[in-house]
């Protein structure tokens, strides 16, 4: 039977590269999606087409009885997790941090954060050897935000890829001895949807010049080093606990830990 792998927010841009690239890797994909029905339906319809196994699950990540909706979907329908990715997120409007309203800076963390952390909670509970689980694999979305902290355009989003690297840190730590690896991956500048639903449509091509390469990553490339760090399937390289940088302001687009990577079990 294939791996089970849930991938958040996989109805468009890096979510959605990641379903198709898993699927080719050899898994069964659940696409979650938060609103857009018919993108996550044209992504799962993408990978049947490939021969592989997929449905969508509508939840919005943020919210606990959804999130445990979702899970039970799961269970029903496919069987036991074994890979999650925690790829659902969101920005809002530049803005400085004393214009910011707490109702932004609640959506920004309630999805950012907890939302990775109720999905994650819930893999660990199905996944963990502890729990009577085989095992798997967690990969948090990071931004190079978290380093360079977003001043003038997102404070709130770059703070709370800064508690995601934490929560990396800590929940692999945490479950290191119960077959579950923990990983990071810390996307540079990806032209995605995501930049206009922050009010700046044009914003990665924008950015080209400021870049090494004179172009924006794409989907497809931070899928890959997704895909590397689920690494369920085996024969695939394993790594526990590292922040991967796919930034390509430093004029790499392959992917490699992060300077400031807090290796386990050095961290
Ligand atoms: P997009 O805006 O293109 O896609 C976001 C996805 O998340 C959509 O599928 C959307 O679903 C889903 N989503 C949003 N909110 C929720 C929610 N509450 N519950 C469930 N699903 C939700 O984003 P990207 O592909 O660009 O970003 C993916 C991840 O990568 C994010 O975590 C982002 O922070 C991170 N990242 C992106 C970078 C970039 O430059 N693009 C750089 C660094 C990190 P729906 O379609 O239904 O709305």
């Not at 999130?67 to 925690?86: C, E, H, K, S, W």
């Not at 694999?137 to 934490?166: F, M």
């Not at 914003?203 to 080093?225: C, D, M, N």
Request: one cysteine or more.
């Amino acid at each position: 039977m294939n791996p089970v792998i849930l991938i958040t927010g996989a109805s468009r841009g890096i979510g959605a590269a990641t379903a198709l690239q898993a699927a080719r890797a050899g898994y069964t994909v659940v696409v979650n999606y938060r609103a857009n029905e018919l993108a996550a339906e044209s992504v799962v319809r993408q990978i049947r087409e490939m021969g592989a196994k997929a449905i969508a699950v509508q939840a919005d990540v943020a919210d606990e009885a959804e999130v445990l909706a979702m899970f039970a979907t799961i269970d029903a329908q496919l069987g036991p997790l074994r890979a999650l990715v925690n790829n659902a997120g969101v920005v809002d409007v530049a803005s400085r941090v004393d214009k910011m309203t707490v109702t932004r800076m609640k959506r920004i963390f309630d999805t950012n954060v907890i939302g990775s952390m109720l999905c994650a909670r819930e893999a660990v509970l199905r996944m963990s050897t502890r729990h009577g689980g085989s095992g798997g694999a967690i990969v948090n979305l990071s931004s190079v935000a978290a380093t360079l902290g977003s001043p003038g355009q997102y404070v709130d989003y770059a703070a709370s890829k800064g508690a995601i690297d934490a929560f990396t840190v800590g929940l692999a730590r945490e479950v290191a001895t119960e077959s579950i690896r923990v990983n990071a991956v810390r996307p540079g500048i990806i032209d995605t949807d995501i930049h206009a639903s922050g009010g700046q449509p044009g914003r990665a091509q924008h950015l080209a010049a400021t870049i090494p390469i004179q172009r924006p990553g794409i989907a497809g490339e931070v899928a890959s080093a997704i895909v590397g760090c689920s690494a369920v399937v085996p024969a695939t390289p394993r790594v526990h606990c590292s922040m991967w940088a796919v930034d390509v302001r430093f004029g790499g687009l392959g992917h490699a830990p992060a300077a400031e990577t807090a290796h386990w079990p050095n961290a």
